[in-house]
């Protein structure tokens, strides 16, 4: 059992809202849950769509053929009419729509016309056909109602009542039209589960590391971050600040990080460039900051809603002048989670600043667990406050030490004084210019900090056959597609799966030497939502190792399991 | 006990005779008087001889980007507003570099002084043109003269409703030094506009240039009336009046902020119990 639902109309009309309502019904049913979407840069009109996957088993991507559309548009029926499975159904309304089909597979319920009846208003034809999808599936309304009232009690009984009823209306005229279409879903097998996107998951990461300061201009796919911690805010006690610009949001982040915080910023490509400068500052001051940066297509403003690893490379030069940094780039939103956690940890245990690169689809995407594991979450204060602060004699912002770690105090909790500059400095935090301090420090912040920043990424993780023919090399959120064509292929082909999720500095070789595994397998895949291969070309440069076949796309859109499937295929012959 | 020995740093790297050393001089003073501790303040700067201040005597220092103390100060005051905050900076820094933060700090009304040494000029840069440079100013990169008109800071701080706007004079010191501690006392963002004659690369307005235009605000003045403040902010060239030109009673930013109602958000403990709470949302 195996079901794909794709909603599609136009800005406005209220996908999401469907689309939500029915990933959150399918969780709490106890089915696993799958969900990504794709829309248009624009607030009204256009054709944007919702796909949704659920079955007794866990899923990690969306399936190119669906069995059931939602079209509240004509548009989602000449774009996906063809993407049906051979028992797949269209629901529609005729009127709205002004169309109709005798294609049996064709089914057309008056979203607007029942709504109107039961609820007096259109509005609620989105209420209708949550109902009608419930309905052709023969699943339990119930959730549906109690959903309902949770989402709609602030507005009163009465529209919590209307709602409901044309809940009802949409799901009995699905059950009694749609004889022959009704399929045969099996029960869940699972309790409640949680469902959770890749934005919340950082969201949930940063306020479970103790993030208290969150600076931000707004930017898709980064912007969900700020609502997110913005609406914890006063729970948590997280200051959220839009500020003026990226420039003024990192320097800000800085400023909350030096007086004693856990501090974030997150963004798109085009603001990063503009916080180039700020990462320089962190990386000379040796301020921790965690960076969220979401990546979609450039170059420029190129395609603002959609999805691309097209930044990698910038990053990992970005920002004058030669510092240590670190790249996590999650695969899922439970790796979402704890790497957000990793990356709070390692910024203020090194002082450097930690970057969560992940992109739109990642961040759009949902996924469904039975938890998430809060012992798992580390929280260490690597900062020296209070009377431990008091206590050290002759404190230094910038002391020589062996591991390159000097302390950091939080100005005002002692005597001491925390001096920091972007200028070259000495021990002291003040200005210098004399060549042995500069070689001193560049020792210091950089040389000493590097094999230990390094000795703790994890390494990649490697999915399916021990001993493949074929494995597949990816990062960041091409994870579950990558899985999901392992799992598809394994019955014909020893193949497996090498995902890194910790990305820079490359983890050691040891314990699991990933360069010695990429040679003896005969055919290496590195598989890239970019033009030219930013992840391959990291690989080379740091391991000597060279991809022989790559899969590169670059049309803004994820890749769906039979569409990677099918560009395996074409290198299964090379070998 | 806090004495100006308390604050003495190393010689400052200034060439002998700027305009920045009797601000130095005036600040340390203005701490002692205040009876601060260099521990219990911060003291944020930009890029520019101005901004090298903190270097020269002794406070939490964070000297970061040229253009960019004012977003690093607010970062400090929305994480600590128990922690006063200083801002030194240039007319290049404050004006030019930072422009939008300026604005963004007004709008706010975020509680940091900012103490803009206005020589005129880029000084460390060696002598271009500065936004608040005269129009027809020279200099080696517009040897034709600066066609731009200057920017105002006094008239923008009165237009953006900035709750303290000043003026003052580096070699009138008593005077300055009556501005600093009044910009301490307010409550939200005191700009303090410092004229500071650059002996080396502004040969125009010089000590002389300043001492024959500078005069004091008239006893009666009212810094409260913003039409009247807007007239006298506009006042530039043959006098040029030194003072508080505008003040009003705004609350600042920090009192504003849900978030800070019980105080310094870096006194407050962690607790990671809720987190599970929050978890059950997600169900
Ligand atoms: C991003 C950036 N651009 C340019 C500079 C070079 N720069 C340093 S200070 C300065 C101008 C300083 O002028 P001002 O702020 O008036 O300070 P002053 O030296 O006159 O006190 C410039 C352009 C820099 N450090 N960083
Ligand atoms: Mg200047």
Known sequence: ?575 | MVTLKTFSGPQPAWCPGCGNFAILNTFKEVMVELKLEPHQFTVVSGIGQAAKLPHYTKCNTFNGLHGRALPVATGIRLANPAMPVIVTTGDGDCYGEGGNHLLAAMRRNINVKLFVHNNQIYGLTKGQPSPTSDEGTRAKNVPGGVISQPLNPMALGVALDCGFVARSFAADMEHLKEMMKEAMSHQGLALLDILQPCITFNKVNTYKWYRERVYHLEPDYDPEDRLSAFAKALEWGERIPIGVIYRNSRPAYEEHVPVLAGGSLVQQAFDPAKIEATLQDFY
Request: net charge negative; hydrophobic share 40%.
């Open chain 1, 1 to 575: 059992m195996d079901y794909s639902i794709k909603i599609g109309g136009e800005a406005g009309q209220g996908i999401q809202t469907i689309g939500e309502g029915l990933g959150r019904i399918f969780a709490r049913s106890g089915y696993h849950v799958f969900s990504h979407q794709d829309y248009e840069s624009r607030v009204r009109g256009g054709h944007n769509f919702y796909q949704l996957r659920f079955a007794n088993h866990p899923l990690a991507a969306s399936r190119q053929n669906m069995d059931i559309l939602v079209a509240l548009d004509r548009e989602s029926i000449t774009r996906h009419g063809q993407e049906l499975t051979p028992k797949g159904r269209v629901i529609y309304d005729a009127a709205a729509l002004d169309f109709s089909s005798d294609d049996p597979a064709f089914l057309a319920i008056p979203f607007e016309k029942l709504a109107q009846e039961q609820g007096g208003s259109k509005i609620m034809a989105n209420t209708v056909a949550t109902g009608a999808v419930l309905g052709m599936l023969g699943l339990d309304l119930d959730l549906l109602l109690k959903l309902i009232a949770a989402l709609f009690h602030k507005k009163g009984d009465a529209v919590v009542e209307a709602n409901r009823n044309a809940a009802r209306a949409g799901y009995q005229f699905a059950r009694e039209h749609g004889d022959g279409v009704s399929f045969e879903v099996a029960a869940a097998e699972g309790q409640q589960r949680l469902l959770i996107g890749g934005i919340e998951a950082i969201g949930l990461g940063a306020l479970a590391s103790g993030c208290t300061f969150y600076a931000a201009y707004p930017m898709t796919p980064s912007t969900g971050i700020l609502n997110f911690l913005a609406s914890k805010g006063k729970e948590y006690g997280v200051m959220v600040e839009q500020a003026e610009d990226e420039i003024a949001a990192i320097n800000m982040a800085l400023g909350a990080s030096y007086a004693g915080l856990r501090a974030m910023t997150g963004t798109s490509g085009g603001g990063f460039a503009l916080m180039a400068e700020g990462l320089s500052l962190a990386g000379m001051t040796e301020t921790p900051i965690v960076i969220a940066m979401g990546q979609r297509p450039g170059p420029a403003t190129g395609l603002p809603t959609r999805t691309e690893q097209g930044d990698l490379g910038f990053l990992l030069t970005a920002g004058h002048g030669e510092f240590p940094r670190v790249i996590l780039a999650p695969g899922t939103a439970e790796q979402a989670f704890y790497l957000t956690n990793k990356a709070f940890e390692l910024a203020e245990k090194y002082q450097i600043p930690v970057f969560l690169l992940f992109d739109t689809y990642l961040g759009d995407s949902q996924w469904t667990y039975d938890g998430l594991d809060l012992k798992q979450v580390s929280y260490h204060d690597y900062r020296l406050r209070g009377e431990a602060f008091g206590e050290q004699q002759d404190y230094k912002r910038y002391a020589l030490t062996d591991s390159g770690i000097s302390p950091l105090g939080v100005p005002g909790d002692a005597a001491h004084l925390v001096v920091v500059d972007s200028d070259e400095h000495d021990e002291e935090g003040h200005i210098i210019e004399d060549n042995a301090t500069r070689n001193q420090m560049v020792e210091k912040r950089l040389f000493r900090k590097l094999p230990l920043i390094k000795g703790e990424m994890a390494p990649p993780k490697l999915y399916g056959e021990q001993e493949p023919r074929v494995v597949l090399v990816g990062w960041g959120s091409t994870y579950g597609v990558m899985k999901e064509a392992v799992d598809a292929l394994a019955e014909s082909e020893k193949i497996a799966m090498l995902h890194f999720s910790e990305i820079f500095p490359l983890p050691e070789m040891a314990p699991f030497d990933y360069r010695a595994f990429l040679d003896q397998v005969p055919l290496a895949v590195c598989i890239e939502l970019n033009a030219t291969g930013q992840f391959s070309r990291l690989l080379r440069a740091e391991t000597g190792f060279e991809f022989k076949a790559v899969i590169h796309k670059y049309d803004g859109r994820p890749f769906t399991v039979e569409e990677l499937i099918g560009e395996i295929h074409g290198h299964l012959k090379d070998i």
